[in-house]
């Protein structure tokens, strides 16, 4: 009886021992199961990293379902094939697509990708600068609205009529008149979005880079229209053309051709206006004022007596003005003041107001302000605000 108790045991320990050796073995299978998964995987990324490199090309044409003509990066025109995944009704000119590198087949749609340096410009999706933010300007604002702001909003009424307006809009005058509030005003009235670039950014020490950067600007607006490019101080890639002249001045010769190109290649009544500015008009290549590029030229001059007043008014809307403050009386001081600075002038008399615990600027602020706005300006002084301010 003793035997047969333990032979129970004993056969009872050796099936215990079983199903755990059994469980071991599911266990261990199972890791082998991850374990090949994890190779698989790897496998297929050590294939993926080793595979050759696709080619960068870019869509000039569609032949038809199956062929495609593509310019390389590496050099040569194309006549490639679309793979399966693609569909070729997808496919337009200009698009930016990847070639098999073996057979040259379009296996890829790639995204467009904007030129860091663009992407560093002040692009403003809407300027926050209405027509009502500016003084003194009434006639250019209407010369703006009339050649940039209908044609964006309302371009039927010029098919209509079968006219074209101008392509490129040049404003010039001195430092300070606001010709970049203008084409903001001009990017928040026809709801478009606002590029502004300083043309000595298109100036670059490597040969073929500013042109480059006039063909991104001008496909990103593209690609975002509807949009103002402002180019800003346009002079300094659009001066007079010499025959002579160094790698550098042939440089910037370069980017003004392409700037010119891209001009000719623009349609009338497309969504895409360009505003440009400058100091010196003298300056500017005959190229440039020519019929079908930049051929509505703005003066955007010093303000008058009228047009200091509307733009003091303007920068004193917020302002908390003392009873004795004439604006007109300030408006007749300061002849030969730009609109900035105008708004110099009234920065200046809130500064002098909180230096003497004051809520309100009052008249003496604004002579003082006055009088170093001048000395800093270097405008000839006005010998009777001396004695206004002591009377003040």
Known sequence: MSLSTSGRRHFDDIEEEVRFLRERIKHLMQIKMNLEQDLDRYRREVERLMSPPHIEATVLEVLDSESVIVKSTTGPNLIVKVSNGIDVKSLRPGMRVALNNRGSAIVRVLPNVVDPMVRAMEVIEKPNVTFDDIGGLEKQIRELYEVVVLPL????????????????????????????????????????????????EFVNKFIGEGARLVREVFRYARDNAPAIIFIDEIDAIGSRRADLGTSGDREVQRTLLQLLAELDGFEPLSNVKVIAATNRLDLLDPALLRPGRFDRIIEVPLPGYE?????????TRKVKLAKDVDLARIAALTEGFSGADLKAVVTEAGYYAIREGRKRLAMKDFLRAVEKVRSRIGRSSNSSIGSLTQHY
Request: positive net charge; without cysteine.
């Open 153 to 200: 909003i309302k371009p039927e009424v010029f098919r209509e009529l079968g006219i074209e307006p101008p392509k490129g809009v040049l404003l010039h005058g001195p430092p300070g008149t606001g010709k970049t509030l203008l084409a903001k005003a001009v990017a928040r009235a026809s709801n478009a979005r606002f590029i502004r670039v300083v043309a000595s």
């Open 307 to 315: 047009g200091r007043l509307e733009i003091l008014k303007v920068h």
